[in-house]
């Protein structure tokens, strides 16, 4: 059942990739610094414009502390032009980098001695500390050496200090990166730790700082800043490999198919993925089964190493012919990998796995991979496309001296108090197993949804729920021209921007010179790529409601993504609610919000054959249009649901922070439950009006959903809600909404309610405060006070259960008043 979803999903896929020209997305980093030391002027590299600090960059300053900046006085020296000049300190002194974006960052330091007149750089001696942390100690260098680490940034100000480690000795540098990771980069949870005692998860990468050892394209060339997503520096494996003619090179000419949950651009560069080494079977028999391994010194000395390893399947010529097994230092990491399972069924698609491992006593981190006990004797094969090696610098319990937030605490935070009960997940999942998957009733006919508009592009594109189909002009004749986006949106005129994400700007448009429309153009600059951009089409071609926003079209001609949406007059439902100046809403208002917003998530789930989920709620893809009606928006995350004998999709873990469902997070398998989280999450933020996650508030207040709940739990949730609502909801509605949004955050998934259930606790919510209204409009003193009451709804008798049977009895009687 799955196997036939996804593969009729790949088949519409492949077929957009054969009439595509390859795009290349850059990414443009929400924060980015590239200081050029001790220069006033700028210094171009590789592409980059490295700004000099003497020419006090924005946003950057050098702190007090003794400080020269120094010109290479060898006017016939080769170097680079970044590397003639540099900052040497003489006493601890910092920059400090006022940081937009919190988040991992890459930061790159780049060393490269010179001799000047009273200072030979190769002497130098000193420490660099990251926000308080060592990342170098004792350092000095003899020849050019960049060092890069992952940091994770939780400050409004960031600093990087150098310290001399002596009085007569210097600190200096020549150039500094900072720059925004892709929030994809590194994912807190998911990494194997390989070692003696088997396989365990290891938990909270992102606290850690990496330091970049090895980054290696396998079976390929060096590939330079100039040639990565990243800046990044990829070397040949050639150095590294044990028997050399254990391997052989495998290459491919087309770029590779990137997927949804697979690895993208910015994990890795298309080279990459495009060459790689499997077995050299030319001289040896075909039935010998050997390893190919790869040494990387590691220095003595006991570290921790955070290693990513990649694969695109370039070898297979058809699915399930590969099946091989990965070794770290001698210890089995991944057993009959199968790459086809889980690139959604498709060749040379990018995947990547984590894992971390210990140096052993021979001082090298040593990784092979070998076939499979799986594969045919005529396909035993085994591949590796890159590796990269990164010591965990904080690992051994090394001490801070920053006063500052200790790195890493707001995102651990959010997955706090769910790490310690992994047994009991697994206890769970058997129980999930075990659940005679129920039958879906149709809610989507029975109920009856309020037809407030329906775009006339779209009544001729809705013929129930099959997958959208291919036709001449693309996805159902939704394709619009380039030329007519440029007339709607004048040419992308700046003045219509209206917002940008990570898919890229959004403009206000008039199309055929009759209806408003929201134009979201992918830039080089996006995070998501081209499987992001196809899965939103394939979503909202396929659904239809008045609460999902609708597609009006897209554009795919000159190397342009382009989506093209009715526009949704009010914007995000987060700006009604807090930090744009805008008007507070009633709580009716933001009850019927939350409702409306429901229905569209209950629609996805139930409404079309498979189910949907979408991945990404929060309160900025919850639209609001003139009427204040709740429109979901932005399905480029989302993903066809389970079918009915299987309780979940796995998948990489994608989403939002402060929003993600803990227990996707852990196991990286989706339900509609995930999504259900994500909504608790917002309706804790209508309630209390503030962001889901707030790094700049007590540890304790950081993470919306985890403090609402220690109020609920103790009653007190009328303490922390929206000091506009205060005394205007009705006790019996605040606790209606508060057990809501509580069940909806439940840390296991079987716990939550479904959205039907959401939904009709909701219409509750709203007719406990409107009880009150009506009789406070028709005064009857023999009823004042008696604030219990609730005359139509056995609002006792149904609680949330998570069995959507009765409830949706009640949400249909519901339904049936309209509204
Ligand atoms: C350096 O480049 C920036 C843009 O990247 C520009 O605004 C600035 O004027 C340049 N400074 C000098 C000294 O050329
Ligand atoms: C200047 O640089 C050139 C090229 O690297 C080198 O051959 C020469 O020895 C250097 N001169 C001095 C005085 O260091
Ligand atoms: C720096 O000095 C320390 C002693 O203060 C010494 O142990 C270390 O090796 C020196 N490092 C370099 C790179 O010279
Ligand atoms: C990498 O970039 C260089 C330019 O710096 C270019 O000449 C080279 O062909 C690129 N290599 C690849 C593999 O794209
Ligand atoms: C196979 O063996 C021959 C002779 O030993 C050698 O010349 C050749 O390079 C080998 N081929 C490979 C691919 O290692
Ligand atoms: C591959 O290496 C692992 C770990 O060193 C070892 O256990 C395994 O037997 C090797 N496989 C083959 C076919 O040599
Ligand atoms: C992960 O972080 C959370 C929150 O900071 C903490 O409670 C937990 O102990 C950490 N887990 C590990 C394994 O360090």
Redesign the pocket.
């Given at each position: 059942m799955e196997t036939k979803i996804t593969t009729s999903l790949s088949l519409a896929f492949s077929l957009i990739y054969l009439s595509l020209p390859p795009l290349a997305i850059a990414f443009v980093p929400r924060d980015n610094y590239l200081i050029s030391c001790g220069s006033s002027a700028n210094t171009t590299a590789d592409n980059r414009i490295f700004a000099g600090d003497l020419s006090k960059p924005g946003s950057v300053s050098l702190s007090s502390g003794d400080s020269i900046s120094l010109t290479n006085p060898?006017t016939?020296?080769?170097s680079a032009p970044l590397y003639q000049t540099a900052r040497v300190f003489t006493s601890a002194s910092s920059y400090e980098f006022n940081i937009k974006k919190i988040g991992n960052h890459l930061v790159r330091l780049h060393f490269s001695p010179f001799?000047s007149q009273n200072y030979n750089l190769n002497h130098a001696n000193f420490s660099v500390l990251a926000n308080g942390f060592a990342i170098l100690s004792n350092f000095g260098v003899r020849h050019t050496v960049i060092k890069e680490f992952i940091v994770m940034v939780n400050v409004v100000d960031f600093e990087i200090e150098f310290v001399p480690m002596n009085p007569l000795s210097f600190a200096f540098v020549n150039a500094i990166e900072v720059f925004s990771a892709p929030d994809d980069l590194i994912f807190n949870y998911g990494a194997k730790m390989i070692g003696p005692n088997g396989i365990q998860e290891f938990k909270n990468i992102s606290k850690q700082i990496l330091e970049t050892v090895y980054r290696i394209n396998v079976g390929g060339l060096k590939l330079t800043p100039f040639n990565d997503t990243l800046w990044r520096t990829w070397t040949s494996d050639e150095d590294f490999l044990i028997l050399k003619s254990a391997a052989k090179i495998a290459s491919i000419t087309h770029t590779p198919n990137y997927q949804t949950g697979g690895a993208s651009r910015e994990i890795a560069p298309d080279n990459v993925y495009m060459t790689a080494q499997q077995m050299n079977k030319d001289n040896l028999s075909t039935a010998l089964m050997f390893n190919i391994t790869w040494e990387f010194p590691v220095g003595s000395g006991v570290g921790r190493y955070f290693v990513r390893l990649h694969f695109c399947d370039i070898v297979s010529k058809s699915l399930s012919q590969l099946y091989f097994n990965v070794f770290i230092n001698g210890f089995i990491a991944y057993k009959d990998l199968d790459l086809s399972t889980l690139t959604l069924h498709s060749l040379a698609s990018p995947y990547y796995v984590d894992f971390i491992a210990h140096s052993d006593r021979s001082g090298v981190v040593r990784i092979s991979v070998g076939p499979s006990e799986l594969s045919t004797s005529l396909g035993k094969n085994a591949i590796l496309n890159g590796i990269e090696i990164m010591k965990m610098v904080n690992f051994v319990g090394s001490e801070t001296r920053s006063k500052k937030t200790s790195i890493g605490v707001w995102v651990g935070s959010v997955a706090g108090g769910f790490t310690f009960l992994c047994l009991l997940v697994l206890a769970l999942l058997v129980i999930l197993r075990c659940r005679k998957p129920k039958k879906k009733s149709k809610p989507a006919e029975s109920m009856v949804w309020p037809s407030l508009r329906v775009g006339s592009l779209h009544s001729r594109l809705f013929e129930g729920t099959a997958l959208a189909s291919l036709g001449p002009n693309g996805y159902l004749g939704l394709k619009i021209s380039f030329a007519e986006i440029q007339v709607a949106t004048n040419n992308f005129d700046q003045n219509l921007i209206i917002g940008s994400g990570g898919f890229g700007t959004v403009y206000k448009g008039v199309l055929n010179e009759k209806t408003k429309v929201a134009v979201k153009r992918g830039v080089p600059g996006s995070r998501q790529g081209l499987p992001e951009f196809h899965s939103e089409i394939t979503v909202l071609s396929k659904i239809r409601h008045c609460h999902l926003v609708s597609l009006v079209g897209y554009c795919e001609e000159q190397s342009e993504m382009i989506l093209v949406y009715e526009y949704i007059e009010k914007g995000p439902l987060k700006n009604h609610l807090y930090g744009s100046g805008l008007p507070p809403m009633s709580w009716k208002q933001r009850l019927e919000i939350c409702i409306g917003a429901a229905r569209g998530l209950h629609y996805l789930h139930t409404g079309s054959a498979q189910g949907i989920i979408h991945r990404d709620i929060k309160s900025t893809n919850i639209l609001l249009d003139e009427n204040y009606v709740a429109k979901v928006a932005d399905f480029g995350l989302s993903r066809s649901g389970p079918c009915l004998n299987e309780t979940h999709v796995s998948t990489g873990v994608k989403g939002s922070f402060g929003y993600l469902d803990p227990e996707y997070f852990r196991r990286q398998q989706l339900t509609d439950k995930s999504d259900v989280y994500s909504f608790g999450v917002v309706l804790f933020e209508v309630l209390c009006a503030r962001p889901a996650v707030d790094p700049l508030l007590t540890r304790e207040q950081v993470n919306l959903a985890e403090w609402a709940i220690e109020w609920q739990k103790n009653g007190r949730l009328d303490q922390i809600i929206d000091p506009y609502l205060m005394g205007k909801i009705r006790p019996s509605s605040l606790k209606k909404f508060g057990d809501t949004a509580e069940k909806c955050v439940a840390e296991y998934g079987v716990d939550r309610p479904t959205m039907g259930d959401v939904l009709w606790n909701l219409e509750n919510a709203l007719q406990l405060q409107e009880t009150r209204r009506q009789r406070e409009l028709h005064e009857d003193s023999s009823i004042r006070g008696s604030s219990e009451v609730v005359p139509d709804l056995p609002s006792s008798s149904v609680e949330i259960d998570g069995d959507s049977g009765v409830s949706q009895v009640f949400s249909q009687l519901l339904n049936s008043e309209g509204r």
């Open positions: 060898n016939s020296s080769k001799t």
